[in-house]
């Protein structure tokens, strides 16, 4: 039992990892179960669900960031994931505290890692430094430009250009778990849905074991992409698709991650969030907050009776309104009380 919340223990793997450059080990021990395996283990509520959290910026971030990971670790999350940032003290951030959810918590993380700026000895160099904690589950991303994302995207002279370049590396270098991004209104850069869905194909095809989705505020996304993958590939098709899930709070914060991520919010959504802002020059905050619990717990509930795999929490280090949603949804938050943030 892993964190006493019904989760199978693996049987301890002496893993190995081929030469990687610099004073990487090159074995490590690792009790790491996969997020395949976590995710058809026994689970509280009707579905099992995860949590992203993000490098907090300063000390006071980090308090932040610890209160929403004790909270959710009394939950029984399936797994939990640390973004990677653009810059290198932000990056370390994530390499340490990944480290620390490994060491000091129960919980079972996963590490992004994305392909900006980096070498492919820096990468490797990173793969090992994850092995080298225990942490063997790795999301593989190509990132965006740093400073806008929409902007240029510049590869590293002696880096890669695609996340598929990235899972096949990681894979070639010893016995990890990858994921990918899917992006079910189709990736901003790809000239169309067809092209978008090749690109996940190919990530799954190169040993990609799941794909996490960028988050969507209507469920018709999801299930259109479902839909596109398995006419593409069925067998791929038959990996996870987890769908990244946000419980809005702030409506003015949505519309800029919005305009930076090229997902759109419907017109019905917007005009509920709307109205619940009112005409005021400041938002209304608890009116927002409270519609975008309904909201999504409709998205959840629906991506439950269409039989999704998992709820992924987008947490933004916050640990209420995903317990609020949760507890709709009808897992006994009591454990997890009080949570402050
Ligand atoms: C769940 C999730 C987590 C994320 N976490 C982070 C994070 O921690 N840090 C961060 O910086 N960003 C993160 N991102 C953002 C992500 O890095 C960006 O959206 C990025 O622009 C795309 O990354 P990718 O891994 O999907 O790239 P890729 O799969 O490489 O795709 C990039 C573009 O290239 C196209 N493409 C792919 N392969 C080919 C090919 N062979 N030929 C031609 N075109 C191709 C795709 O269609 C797409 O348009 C995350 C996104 C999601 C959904």
Known sequence: MRGGHGYQASRPVRRTFRT?????????????????????APHRGRIPFSVEFM????????????????????????????TYGAGGSTRDRTVRITGQLAAETT????AHLTAVNHSID????????????????????????????????????????????????IRDLGDFHVGVASFPEGHHRAPD?????????????????YSITQ????????????????????????????PGIMPITSLASVRKMVSLSGSVIPVDVEARLAAAA????????????????????????????????????????????????LARLGVDVTAAVPATT
């Open 215 to 242: 988050v969507f505020f209507d469920v018709e996304h999801y299930l259109r992409l479902r839909d596109r993958l398995a006419a593409a590939d069925p067998e791929q098709a038959a990996k996870p698709l987890i």
């Open 20 to 40: 990687v450059p610099y004073d990487v080990p090159v074995t490590t021990n690792s009790t790491s179960p996969s997020i395949v395996d976590r995710l058809s």
């Open 107 to 110: 919980l079972l993380p996963v």
């Open 193 to 209: 849905l067809r092209q978008d869905t090749q690109a996940l194909v190919s990530k799954l095809r190169a040993g990609a074991e």
């Open 122 to 169: 820096e990468l490797r160099s990173l793969v090992g430094a994850y092995a080298a904690q225990g942490i063997t589950n790795i999301l593989a991303l190509r990132g965006d430009p740093p400073g806008d994302p929409l902007g240029e995207w510049v590869r590293h002279p002696r880096g890669l250009t695609y996340a598929e370049e990235l899972v096949r590396l």
């Open 278 to 325: 009112g005409t005021g020059d400041q938002e209304d905050r608890a009116a927002v907050r409270a519609v975008g619990i309904d909201l999504a717990t409709e998205w959840a509930e629906r991506l439950i009776a269409e039989g999704a795999p998992c709820l992924h929490f987008c947490s933004l280090n916050f640990a209420k309104a995903s317990t609020e949603v």
């Open 55 to 82: 490098p907090p910026r300063d000390a006071e971030g980090e308090e932040r960031l610890w209160r929403a990971v004790r909270t959710f670790e009394r939950l029984g999350p399936a797994f939990v994931s640390m």
